[in-house]
């Protein structure tokens, strides 16, 4: 069964504006951890942001934050003011607990068009 | 500024070669994993180790995949021989996960894109 799912297609953003991604997850697990990834075309993977399932808050790293829905297993990205840099694949990853395996989604693409 | 490194960068190959890709995993992480990505199946785990024992490898063909750490400071990933399906970028990453913690982050490689032709 899919642990991760993100079935946005591809997005086209405006600079400056926001942006978006969801991330909904599958685990019976009460620990685990949640991460977004960067892709960018060069190929790299780059970590963005982690949500624990016992953090009381939102998890924010400068333009990214998470808007983290525990009923609804999902942990969106939101990426505020966009810039051209932005543009890559991102990836939602889940830790369980006790278990060091990540699993990915496939990926949303982003596009941020000046 | 600590990184994963991986060797090499690209490599193309014939069907049934053996192929060796390389990885230096950052001073003092004690977690090695393997990933292979491809437009199909996307970001798969293949192994992982822990402080030099491979502790999970059930994501890897074990007829033509092996893995291992022959010290702290060198990972490698073989496949022998090499099937065109093998095309992928192999990704290396590691961290140093507390036990119970879930929130360490893995450090990824640069990958090493493979073409098997």
């Known amino acids: 069964a899919q642990k991760i799912t993100q079935t946005q297609p591809g997005m086209f953003v405006q600079e400056k504006e926001a942006v978006t991604l969801d991330c909904t997850y599958d685990?019976?697990?009460?620990?685990?951890?949640l991460f977004w990834y960067k892709q960018p075309s060069s190929g790299e993977m780059i970590f963005l942001i982690y949500?624990?399932?016992?953090?009381?808050q939102n998890a924010t790293e400068g333009r990214y934050s998470l808007n983290f829905q525990k009923a609804r297993k999902s942990a969106n990205l939101v990426i505020s003011a966009s810039q051209l840099g932005d543009s890559a694949m991102y990836f939602c990853a889940m830790r369980e607990g006790g278990n060091n395996r990540l699993a990915f989604g496939k990926g949303n693409q982003v596009v941020v068009i000046p | 500024d600590a990184r994963v490194t991986q060797t090499p960068r690209h490599k193309v190959t014939e069907m049934g070669q053996e192929v060796t890709m390389r990885c230096q995993p950052i001073l003092g992480h004690n977690t090695v994993f393997w990933y292979r990505q491809t437009m199909m199946q996307g970001l798969e785990l293949l192994a992982y180790?822990?402080?030099?024992?491979?502790?999970?490898d059930s994501g890897m063909p074990k007829d033509r995949f092996s893995a291992e750490m022959p010290d702290a400071t060198l990972a490698t990933l073989k496949i022998q021989p090499s099937e065109p399906r093998d095309s992928a970028v192999y990704f290396c990453?590691?961290?140093?996960?507390?036990?119970?913690?879930?929130?360490?982050?893995?450090?990824f490689g640069p990958g090493t894109r493979l073409t098997v032709l």
């Open positions: 990453a590691s961290g140093f996960p507390q036990r119970g913690s879930v929130d360490n982050e893995q450090f």
């Open positions: 949500q624990g399932s016992y953090d009381q």
């Open positions: 685990t019976s697990d009460p620990s685990y951890g």
């Open positions: 180790f822990r402080n030099r024992a491979p502790l999970d």
